[in-house]
């Protein structure tokens, strides 16, 4: 996946456990997260929990070979952001996700600043 995208657009940080993301998004809240449902140390469902719970909405897109409808309902109940299945053109469908997160973020923080400025 960090192949897939352009890293003059983003800044990619890649962990491979759910503890090293936690970790990682305790320390920046902010970031959109690319999350697979398979981890070593733990449930990517129950990763997705902790991160809301962190920062409630954040733009988390979970990536999985797991094309299974139960596991995307639970994934989208838990709050993620997208949900987008392993395939051929995978990096198109995650630059595009990424693409609309980042725009309603951006479209969130600016209407966030015009409400304190009122």
């Known amino acids: 996946m960090r192949r897939a995208l352009d890293p003059a657009q983003w800044i990619v940080e890649h962990v491979t456990r759910g503890s090293a993301a ?31 719970r962190i920062q409630p909405g954040c733009a988390v897109i979970v990536v999985t070979a797991r094309e299974e409808v139960p596991v995307t309902v639970a994934a989208m109940q838990e709050g993620a952001w997208d949900y987008v299945v392993k395939g051929d053109d995978l990096g198109v469908r995650i630059r595009d996700s990424l693409e609309r997160a980042w725009a309603k973020r951006m479209s969130d923080a600016e209407a966030a600043l015009i409400e304190q400025t009122k």
């Open 22 to 52: 936690i970790q990682s998004f305790t320390q920046d809240p902010f970031q959109i997260v690319l999350l697979d449902l398979t981890l070593p140390d733990m449930d990517g469902l129950s990763v997705l929990r902790q991160l809301e």
